[in-house]
C-alpha cells in the first residue's frame, strides 16, 4: 500500500505565498493605517485585500496552473479606478520573500499591472465535490486588521471536497502561546510588531505545525497540539469580536451551562483557529445569529484543518460535519463548534440544549 500523499509542494509553495502576502499586509498596515501615507479615500482594507489576494493567486498558478481558485475578491474596483489600481500595484511590485530563491519558486515579483489583474480574477472557481481547489482569504477579519487587532491570510486546498493542505497567516498573534492576545478593545496602540507574528501550516492526516513569520521558511517549525483542560469548567472559549456575525448570547448560555467561568477571548478572524489549535484556549463558538447567512469557505478551510490536524473535532452547530465540497459557501452548514475531540460531544450538547434543538 502506498504511504497517504502528504503534499510537500503544495504545503511549501503555501506557507511561502502566504507568508509573502503578509509582508504585504503588514506593509499596507504600517503605510495607511498607521498613517506613513495619507488615507484619502482609499480604504487600507481594500488595497490589503487586492494586493494580497494578487500575491497568493500568482504564486498558485505558477505552481499549479491546472488547479482552481476560490478567492474572496475580483477586481472590478480596481479596473474602474486607475488611481486605487496604481496605489496596489506600486506596493505589490515592491514584495518578495527576503529569502529570493523562495520568492523565485512563487514564480518572482508580479510581471505588470495586468498580470496583477489578471491573478485577482482567477479566484472564481464555482467550488464542488471534485478535484483540486484553492479556498484563499487574503485578508480575513478586516475590522481586526483596521484596529491593529488580529486578522488572518487563509489559503487551503481542497481535494474531492477534503480540505488537505492549509497555510493561516496570522500577523498579530503573539509568538508566545501564554502571552495575551491583543484584541479589538485594547488594540495595539503604539505596540511594534517584536514578537508577534506566526504562520500555522497542516497536512490532511500528518498533523499541523506553527513557526515565527519571522525569518525563513523550515526555521524554528514546531508541531502543534491543542491542550486537554482538566475539565470543562477550567475550559477557555474563543468567539469573535463582532456580535454581528455570530451570537455572543448563546455563546455565553453555552459557557454557562458547560460551567465554564473563565470569560471568553474575544478575537476577529480565522486567527481564533490557530489560538485553540495551539492550546491557547479550548473551544471556538461561532453560533449563527441568523439562519440565512452561510459562511464563506474561504473563512473556514485552513483554520478547520490546522485545529483539525491538531486535535480537533470540528462541526456545525448541528452536529454535521462541515462540508467543503458544496460550493463557495458552507450551504448544508450552520455556524461553527471546534473543541478537543474529547469534549466535544459535551459541547454539541451544550449547543442543542442552549439553541433548543
Ligand atoms: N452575518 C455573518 N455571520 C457570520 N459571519 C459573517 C457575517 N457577516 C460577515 N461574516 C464574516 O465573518 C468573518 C470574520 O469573522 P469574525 O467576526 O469571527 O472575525 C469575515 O470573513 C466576515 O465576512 P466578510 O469578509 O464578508 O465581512
Ligand atoms: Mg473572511
Ligand atoms: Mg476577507
Ligand atoms: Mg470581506
Redesign the pocket.
Known sequence: MSPPDNYPVERLIATLAVHRATIYTQKVFHSFVKGTVSKDDKSPVTIGDFGAQALVIAAIRHNFPDDEIIA?EESSLLRSNSDLCDQVWKLVSQISLPNGEEDSQLGGPLKSEDAMLDAIDSGKSAGGSTGRIWAL?PI???L?FLRGGQYAVCLALIQDGEVVVAALGCPNLPIDKTARVINSESGRGDQSDDGLGVLFSAVAGHGASIRPLTGESGAEEQPIQMREPPSLSLATFCE???S???SHNQQKAIAERLGIVAASVQL??AA?YGVIARGSADIYL?L???LS?E??IW?HAAGYLVVKEAGAEVTDAIGNRIDFGKGRTLVTNKGIVAAPRAIHGKVLEAVRAVRGI
Open positions: 474572496e482569504d480575513d477579519g478586516t481586526g469573535g469580536v463582532e454581528a456575525h455570530s476577529d478572524s481564533k461561532r449563527p445569529r441568523t447567512y459562511e464563506k473563512d
